[in-house]
């Protein structure tokens, strides 16, 4: 019989993870199906779990000059109705399953879930966000694209739990998402893309682009995006067939029930071709 | 076992369960509401829609642990509200309801949309019910039914 242990306090969650192997849990929207099992019997979860949604301390939207810290109880739903959420985060959010699914789930648990086609992911490794490791002993701060190592890999030690989100202030020029999935709502992307680029006075000072669902994680490749950084816009768009090449062997999709390597690779590539050339 | 506490309906009560029971299924086995429907069981229909603190949640995604201590209110419990007088008579009389399947998550839905939009755009609607599948109507009538109750219901909300 597994064990199970709700949490109400960031403490009493920290002292449960520290005396045990335990499975965190916060909404439980993906868990939950990931475990499931028939109808009416309980999710059939073969570790102990400690539930952490209700631990009100870590509800919480802040801001500094420098970022915006999300608490890791805090619902999907209220960072899309919040007013310091960075924007391109609230666009993602928009098109992330329902509203029902978004009052219950949250953005940390999104992170946890390191999967392929987290929506999330796409537009927090774009944001550069960090995330924020607690056990009873230890407090780190780890780099989104350091902390997921793989398909449902996370850096995080048996002892731990995410308790924060940090995401620095940026200013783009412009940003796109772009979610390839058969409807707006309540859809698994087959892909997925965010694009942002700062331009001053017609130069590219800033460019990053990141794809979902292409790759075993979100592919983010910040040593290209530096190749194009100080070129005017007008170099920028010249360049597109060289960008495309750049990134044509870094993307590397598989076949699912929710799509197959060619389309998302072509789409991946037009995706990018297309937030260059309208920029 | 675990003891969870929480409101139903407007009257608390407490459990002696498996947290890991979905709340759906403590609804409908251990206090036969069955309104809240079973659908696709993965928190994409809509079906199993209840109000947990007011606002709409998927009952077959939320496991019984994450209510413990919280408010949740069925479309039994929403029933007697003068709220739902007013969506239900909207459904009737714009068409809103066909097979009736999706319906009571269709008007929690609802409900949970004009609690923070009491005067919603047919954009806003849409969102509002993006977590709602209809395979009858076509959803142009349920777009009706919502913009009609917040006419009738002007003020309620």
């Known amino acids: 019989m597994v064990e199970s242990h709700i949490a109400k306090t960031l403490e009493d969650a920290l002292k449960t993870l520290n005396s045990g192997k335990f499975r965190i849990v916060a909404g439980g929207t993906d868990m939950l199906i990931q475990n499931r099992s028939h109808t009416g019997m309980p999710i059939g979860y073969k570790d102990n779990v400690v539930y952490i949604n209700l631990i009100n301390e870590l509800d919480y939207i802040k801001e500094d000059e420098d970022n915006v810290y999300i608490g890791a109880t805090t619902r999907l739903e209220t960072i899309l109705k919040s007013e310091n959420a960075p924007k391109i985060l609230k666009n993602i959010i928009h098109e992330m399953a329902g509203p029902g699914i978004r009052h219950t789930a949250t953005l940390a648990g999104n992170i946890a879930n390191a999967s392929p086609a987290g929506d999330s992911l796409v537009g927090l490794y774009v944001l550069d966000a960090s995330i924020k490791c607690q056990s009873v002993d230890n407090t780190r701060i780890v780099k989104i694209k350091d902390f997921i190592q793989g398909v449902r890999k996370i850096d995080l030690k048996s002892n731990e739990m995410i308790t924060e989100v940090m995401i620095p202030k940026y200013d783009f020029s412009r940003f796109v998402f772009k979610k390839v999935a058969p409807r707006l709502s309540d859809a698994i992307s087959k892909l997925s893309f965010v694009g942002a680029i700062r331009i001053e006075d017609n130069e590219v000072k800033d460019l990053r682009m990141a794809l979902g669902a292409v790759y075993m994680t979100v592919l983010r490749k910040e040593d290209i995006e530096s190749k194009y950084i100080g070129q005017s816009i007008g170099e920028l768009k010249n360049n597109i067939e060289l960008i495309i090449e750049d990134y044509n062997s870094f993307i590397k999709p598989i076949d699912d029930q929710r799509s197959n390597k060619e389309y998302r690779k072509q789409v991946a590539l037009n995706l990018i071709k297309d937030f260059i050339m309208k920029s | ?157």
């Open chain 2, 1 to 157: 076992m675990t003891e969870i506490k929480f409101k139903l309906n407007g009257k608390e009560q407490t459990l002696n369960t498996d947290p890991n029971r979905r709340l759906l299924d403590v609804l409908r086995e251990d206090f036969k509401l069955t309104g809240s429907k079973e659908g696709c069981g993965e928190g994409e229909c809509g079906a199993c829609s209840v109000l947990l603190n007011k606002q709409i949640v998927n009952s077959c995604s939320v496991p019984l642990a994450n209510v413990d201590g919280q408010d949740i209110v069925t479309i039994e419990g929403f029933s007697k509200t003068k709220e739902y007088q007013v969506i239900k008579d909207s459904f009737a009389t714009a068409g809103g309801v066909q097979c009736g399947f999706c319906t009571p998550g269709m008007i929690i839905a609802t409900q949970s949309l004009l609690n923070t939009k009491p005067r919603p755009n047919d954009y806003e609607i849409k969102i509002g019910l993006s977590g709602n599948l209809c395979r009858c109507t076509g959803y142009n009538l349920i777009i009706k039914s919502v913009k009609l109750a917040a006419k009738d219901g002007d003020g309620l909300w």
